[in-house]
């Protein structure tokens, strides 16, 4: 029997290096409906570690959740377009914050970056480890592939998500999260991007997955809904 729960992760991201009264007012409404909230930083002017530890400890005084901040670059499909020097720079200064809870680390086969989550637990950080595919689903091979390469960077999560063109894309991404699940210790999380893919969403914990992204108000994510439409469906199939 499927004894996995899904934790609803609720994405905010601000576009101004403070948050605004409806920004935190949403927070607030919706912490019955989440389980960490993911703080996206990459659609910022100017991003820091001083701003974003402003913002961090405004998010922490609303109420009790885990906090995850991600800074997702432009290469899987986010606002960011740091350097990888800075890339790097960022997520050690994030990680010396101890009022954050997670830190997502992006894979890529292009950079080695072992060292920078070396230096994040070092800090006594928890690494989401993730790759995002904006145009297609891979196959089944080189999704168990990069779920292996996901798991060798000392992240305690593993996160995939990529863009379905067909109902036999969705099926394979499941697949990828059941097997990865069944032979992995981390936990393991797999998106289909999309309204195709909202199953993925929705369903997750039956194949095994652990999170599933939400959004509070706008998506910042294709496929994303709002988590207090997200709370309720996910329970039809937790129980």
Not at 37 to 62: F, G, H, N, S, Y
Not at 67 to 76: A, F
Not at 128 to 139: C, G, L, R
Request: aromatic share 6%; proline share 4%.
């Amino acid at each position: 029997m499927n004894d996995v729960k899904s934790q609803i992760v609720a994405s905010l991201m601000p576009k101004t290096r403070t948050l605004s009264a409806d920004e935190l007012a949403k927070v607030t409404e919706n912490i019955p409906y989440f389980d960490i909230l993911e703080l996206r930083i990459d659609a910022m002017p100017q991003c820091d570690k001083a701003i974003v530890l402003e913002m961090v400890q405004t998010l922490k005084q609303q109420g009790e959740f885990q906090l995850l901040v991600t800074y997702r670059t432009h290469s899987q499909g986010g606002e960011g377009a740091l350097d990888e020097t800075g890339y790097q720079q960022l997520l050690v200064d994030l990680s010396e914050i101890p009022q954050i809870d997670l830190i997502d680390v992006e894979w890529t086969p292009e950079v080695n970056r072992q060292n920078l989550c070396h230096q994040i637990l070092a800090q006594g950080g928890i690494i989401v480890a993730s790759y995002h595919n904006f145009d297609e689903t891979p196959s089944i091979d080189v999704l168990k592939k990069t779920y292996f390469h996901l798991s060798q960077m000392g992240a305690s999560h593993l996160k995939i998500a990529v863009m379905p063109q067909s109902r036999q894309d969705v099926l394979v991404l499941l697949q990828a999260v059941s097997e990865a699940s069944d032979t992995l210790s981390q936990w393991v999380t797999g998106i289909s991007m999309s309204q195709l893919g909202l199953i993925s969403r929705t369903a997750q914990a039956t194949f095994g997955g652990r999170l599933t992204f939400g959004a509070l108000e706008a998506a910042v994510a294709p496929g994303q809904i709002p988590v207090k439409q997200l709370s309720k469906a996910i329970k039809l199939f937790d129980n």
